[in-house]
């Protein structure tokens, strides 16, 4: 009974304590996010950890020997162990949070923010886990048997350490690589990246795994390792304004000015152009047709892809509207061709334009390089 009593009165000062430090919390939290978050995140960890405090207490000081006394002070530093490891996770919790509502992500020039949350996403992770595996070492270290094979795991701690790192060995080639990346800046957090021939959005980025979003919602899961150990494109690594191209073939006889004009007058009106880029050039000329390259640009890939859809529709609607002549279209000859013409005769010592190897004294030099020498059968 006077334990049950010792037990009662401790765990009533305990929360009436928590509960006014609590209300305290909350009314600095009406002025300032971090207190505010401080309040709601940390008040369950600290109410457990006070209570399971004072309650120990209470019996280890305050009442004497009783039945199984020593195993329920056991239990309770177990559970103190716990609640304080909580605690501590918390704390570590809104001060990453506080970091991360200082920067946005949805803004347009957003490169800090996204670097900044890559690394703190990770850094939460790695934080968790130290603290989830320093907790069950402490805990583990309360049993006087575990304490005393503490000298003989040391001791084989080189064998078990080689053994297991062989056993682990592309884990944790995984997680360091996921370190790599969050510190390297290669790649971040909301990056749009091209990788296995996908073009997607850096989505999830963890110690083992990146998740990349497919334009199409799909989800491409990889290896951290692949990002550093395989090329792949990064197209927000110093910016998000990127460029693009828009191609057309037409005939030989359309009025490349005039297209030129058409796609100014195009990317002018619309809000998709970033007002840097605006050129059309004639990047090819064969198979009785000619390729126009429109290239623009555009604050983002998506905005450049809208973009991109949007010149080549144009194009093609303003020649078959204006120009439906310069449409791409097969020649074809229906006159039957004539008698050849008679070759003309070639005097002696001129030079044959039509060899390469042969026909003249540069010729020759070619032939006797590329044949094995101007004695030997070619």
């Not at 690394?119 to 907790?135: E, F, H, K, N």
């Not at 996908?198 to 290896?223: H, M, S």
């Amino acid at each position: 009974m006077t334990a049950l009593l010792a037990v009662v009165v401790a765990a009533g000062a305990a929360l009436v304590l928590v509960e006014a430090i609590h209300l305290l919390v909350q009314r600095l939290g009406r002025r300032s996010v971090l207190w505010a978050d401080l309040a709601r995140t940390a008040h369950n960890p600290f109410r457990a950890l006070v209570v399971l405090y004072g309650v120990r207490l209470a019996l280890q000081i305050g009442v004497e020997d009783f039945g199984g006394r020593r195993t329920v002070l056991h239990l309770l530093l177990l559970a103190l162990i716990a609640a304080a490891a909580w605690l501590i996770a918390a704390l570590l919790l809104v001060v990453e949070d506080f970091a991360l509502t200082r920067w946005r992500t949805d803004v347009p020039d957003n490169l800090r923010a996204r670097r900044l949350k890559t690394q703190v996403v990770m850094l939460r992770r790695v934080t968790v886990a130290a603290i989830v595996v320093l907790t069950a070492g402490v805990m583990l270290m309360t049993f006087p048997g575990v304490r005393a094979l503490g000298a003989s795991v040391v001791a084989s701690a080189g064998v078990i350490s080689v053994v297991a790192a062989l056993a682990a060995q592309s884990t944790l080639g995984n997680v360091f690589a996921g370190l790599q990346l969050a510190f390297s800046d290669a790649v971040r957090v909301d990056d749009v990246v091209v990788v296995e021939n996908e073009w997607g959005r850096i989505e999830e980025l963890t110690l083992t795994y990146v998740a990349v979003q497919i334009w199409d919602d799909r989800r491409l899961i990889l290896p951290t390792s692949y990002f550093t150990t395989k090329p792949f494109q990064n197209w927000t690594r110093t910016g998000s304004a990127v460029l693009g191209t828009a191609e057309v073939d037409v005939d030989w006889s359309a009025p490349v000015e005039d297209l030129r004009v058409e796609l100014r007058r195009v990317v002018g009106l619309s809000a998709l152009w970033d007002g840097r880029v605006c050129v059309l050039q004639v990047t090819d000329a064969t198979g009785g047709m000619i390729r126009l390259r429109a290239l623009v640009s555009a604050a983002d890939a998506g905005a450049l892809w809208d973009l991109r859809c949007l010149v080549r529709e144009r194009l093609v609607s303003w020649v078959w509207e204006n120009r439906p002549g310069s449409l791409p279209r097969l020649r074809a000859d229906t006159d039957p061709p004539g008698p050849p013409a008679a070759a003309p005769a070639v005097a002696d010592g001129a030079k044959h334009d039509d060899q390469v190897f042969a026909g003249g004294t540069d010729g020759d030099q070619r032939g006797a390089a590329f044949g094995g020498g101007a004695d030997e059968p070619r």
